[in-house]
């Protein structure tokens, strides 16, 4: 069975803080790997990983895969308040099938 | 920006009813998806759709379940015989790609309190 774990759960930060969040990951037919941030409803997508060692930036956002270990870690710096979120990691296999990870939760504090 | 859109954004029913959830993808995407997410836990797969079939369907997704692409732009999920098990939140997805290509989009959701 596919399994996605991310850690840590939650984590409470002051605005300024730069965070690590971990996933990893087992799942037969591995396509890529996703990364979400959860607000108050949908999933609102972030990166898309499919090769291992490739930054992939977005502002203070930032994401890399390691397909040997069969993780994958999302950085944020420089923390806002606007940063708290729940954040998704899900990885993509045959057909498009995501399985999620059961997500972190993120809260900046002023 | 394109986004998917999903109706009724809240809907309460009674046990043992039927609803109907709906769903435009985004209008160039070929992949289509529902998930579910009971509050508090994973957001879970329930099935994928690609060329007006079932591609891939999660052991969730039981003949209480069905999906349709009636007319060409909407996508809906059926649910029979609702239990309070099901009372969730239902997101739609869609994607440009399947395996290979593309991120998944997702709609609002749609909230389904059984009672």
């Known amino acids: 069975e596919d399994k996605v774990v991310q850690s840590p759960l939650s984590l409470v930060v002051h605005e300024g803080d730069t965070v690590t969040l971990n996933c990893s990951y087992e799942v037969t037919n591995f396509r890529s790997l996703l990364w979400y941030k959860q607000e108050k409803k949908a999933p609102t997508f972030l990166f898309m990983l499919t090769s291992s060692g490739i930054e992939k930036k977005s502002g203070r956002l930032s994401s890399i895969l390691d397909k040997k270990e069969l993780f994958s870690i999302l950085n944020i710096t420089a923390t806002q308040t606007g940063d708290s979120a729940i954040y998704l990691c899900a990885v993509r296999a045959l057909y498009g099938k995501l399985t999620f990870g059961q997500g972190t939760i993120l809260t900046v504090h002023p | 920006e394109p986004e998917v859109t999903q109706t009724p954004s809240h809907q309460v029913t009674q046990m043992g009813q039927e609803v109907i959830l709906r769903c435009v993808p985004i209008?160039?995407?070929?992949?289509f998806y529902w998930y579910r997410q009971i509050l508090g836990q994973k957001v879970e797969f329930l099935v994928s759709f690609y060329n007006n079939e079932i591609s891939e369907k999660s052991e969730i997704f039981d003949d209480q379940f069905s999906v349709e692409r009636p007319d060409g732009s909407n996508f809906t999920l059926k649910i029979r015989s609702t239990k309070l098990e099901d009372s969730a939140m239902y997101f739609c997805?869609?994607?440009?790609?399947?395996?290979?290509?593309?991120?998944?989009?997702f709609g609002e959701g749609s909230r389904l309190t059984v009672l």
């Open positions: 209008s160039n995407h070929l992949y």
């Open positions: 997805a869609s994607s440009e790609g399947g395996q290979f290509t593309g991120e998944l989009f």
